[in-house]
């Protein structure tokens, strides 16, 4: 398969050292995600053998010969995963200019595929309100639990990363405000709904009984000392929207991130409030959530407009 191919023989020890360096230094000065350096890894890797099979390195790669190695790492990848590696060569080369490794940088004019505009997906309410009802019957400890997820997803839009390292304390104080750390170590505010709070008591009052409890800071504990895993929230909400008569392809931590937002603006909530719930650096990443109005706001003016049903 084409992602074997990636892993195949091992680079220099000369492109394992700079590819090391720059992760380095990714890690500490933009702090990004374990599995964002993983895949960089993986991409500057693959660039890298490509490069090497041509004769050459990140140290002495000229411009020409950068763009003739793309087919040799590209062709396998779609248009997304091809944008990502080409942003991994650039900030590599970007870093190895500032590090003076060499003095000019080759990659500085390689052009990043054109992206489908894909807008978010989002639940109706009327599936949301299905999920929550059908959460609701399920008195077990798993239920409990579950149904505490699902409302403060749904209520503070967080990421599932972020949800899952809720700490005990601010619930048991039942704070009706949180301070996230999220993406690029920065904080945020974000707030509680009466529901949320509710059902976060409610499982408080379960979670006190484990074992687990003694030992877990964590609101929702996992296995070990470790708070509850992204792969078993992911399941718990497949297997509610199953039995909730939700399509389940459309049920996902994210997609509660993507319901809240849509529901906010569909509520009137503004651009730069939502941005700072949602925690995106760039507005326009908030904006993306204005295109999934046009249904709705055409059938406001369809139900609403005193002239609508004029000819």
Sequence with gaps: MPQQADKAAPVSPQHQKMIGQYLAALKAEKQIAANTALSYEADLLA????????????????????????????????????????????????????????????????????????????????????????????????????????????????????????????????????????????????????????????????????????ISPWLFPGKGDAPISRQKVHQLLKDLAHRAGVDADKVSPHILRHSFATHMLNRGADLRSLQMLLGHADISTTEIYTKTQDNRLMGLVRDAHPLADES
């Design 47 to 214: 660039v890298a053998r490509a490069l090497e099979n041509r004769g050459c390195s990140f140290y002495d790669v000229t411009a020409d010969e950068l763009r003739a190695s793309m087919p040799i790492w590209a062709g396998h990848l779609v248009a997304t995963s091809q944008a990502r590696r080409i942003s991994a060569i650039k900030g590599m080369m970007a870093f190895a200019t500032a590090e003076a490794w060499r003095q000019d940088n080759p990659a500085q004019y390689l052009d990043r595929p054109t992206l489908p505009s894909r807008l978010p997906k989002s639940l109706s309410e009327e599936d949301m309100l299905k999920l929550i009802s059908t959460s609701e019957e399920d008195k077990s400890p798993e239920g409990v639990m579950l149904l505490a997820i699902i409302e403060i997803l749904y209520a503070t839009g967080l990421r599932v990363s972020e949800m899952i390292r809720l700490e005990v304390s601010p619930f048991a104080q039942r704070r009706q405000t949180l301070i996230i750390t999220g993406k690029g170590n920065k904080e945020r505010m974000v707030a509680l709904t009466d529901a949320a709070l509710n059902a976060a008591e409610a499982w408080l009052t379960i979670r006190e009984a484990l074992p687990v409890a003694v």
